[in-house]
């Protein structure tokens, strides 16, 4: 029983390191500002879930395991607030994006779609 | 008003949890007052800026829209890597629109720029009455929106019919 659960705990973790690696290497290989935020935003959300995920497992179910709960749901909650205000300022202060679709053609394709 | 008492109840329950010294009565006195502290702090704000809208709702109906939130974020996130891992096969067309909200209240409509933004793939850049601005790293993720799937869910959260 104890070697399934390490077991686990280790595939969460390499897991998490793994996509962890993929938002580091995104943001060397986006382009641009508004590109890499996507890049980080996979290290923020399923590669915290994962990490905390095999240190639950590793701990057991206790009040450090509750904290690393607390540690998912607060990022969670407060990434999307942080990389909003990024791109909300450098939107504001005119930094703008290069696009694969023009504003005007994809506001006609949304158009056609619906 | 009930926020009040709510708001005392969870922060009291998350500092328990957080701290773990139940015994100690200075400690248990210094968390009573931070707790105090914080409310304090919570009910100034909302003096100006009133919570009047439907948050109780939208609260008690979270673990139905979370699953499936989760669901997606696991999806939006392959995408990504697939961006990441094989820009020749998939490249990325980045994309700006202007979508209509379904979601009325204020705080519904922060729920759903939240979780737009908490997906990989897409950012909400502006928040305007019943417009935002998202940008989309594929045209896949901004169809995904199009679709209005997650504003529809958002929306039955906060209970249409009240």
């Not at chain 1, 962890?20 to 890499?36: D, V």
């Not at chain 1, 701990?59 to 450090?64: A, D, E, H, Q």
Request: with cysteine; net charge positive; aromatic share 10%.
């Amino acid at each position: 029983m104890e070697i399934i659960i390490d077991g686990l705990s280790w595939i969460c973790l390499l897991i998490g390191c793994g996509l962890g690696l993929s938002g580091a290497i995104g943001i060397f290989r986006f382009k641009e500002f508004y590109t890499r935020m996507h890049a980080a935003s996979v290290t923020d959300t399923l590669c915290v879930f994962f990490i905390a995920a095999g240190m639950i497992l590793q701990s057991g179910f206790n009040l450090v395991s509750v904290k690393l709960i607390f540690v998912v749901a607060l990022l969670w909650l407060t990434g999307p607030v942080a990389s909003h205000a990024l791109v909300r300022a450098a939107y504001q202060t005119g930094l703008k994006p290069k696009l694969g679709i023009t504003r005007k053609q994809s506001s006609l394709r949304g158009k056609s779609s619906t | 008003m009930p926020y009040r008492y709510l708001l005392i109840i969870g922060l009291s329950i998350f500092w328990l949890l957080l701290s773990g010294y139940w015994d100690n009565p200075l400690i248990l006195g210094l968390g009573v007052a931070s707790v105090a502290l914080s409310t304090w702090l919570a009910m100034r704000i909302e003096r100006d800026y009133a919570f009047q809208d439907r948050g109780l709702s939208i609260l008690l109906k979270q673990p139905t829209y979370w699953p499936w939130l989760f669901v997606e974020i696991i999806k939006a996130n392959i995408a990504v890597l697939r961006c990441i891992w094989l820009p020749e096969k998939y490249p990325t067309t980045p994309l700006i629109r202007t979508l209509k909200v379904a979601p009325e209240s204020r705080i519904a409509r922060t729920v759903y720029a939240n979780s737009i933004t908490l997906t990989p793939g897409t950012v909400t850049i502006k928040v305007r009455n019943q417009e935002i601005l998202v940008y989309a790293l594929t045209e896949e993720g901004m169809a995904d929106l199009e679709t209005g799937e997650m504003g529809r869910r958002v929306h039955k959260l906060e209970g249409s019919d009240t």
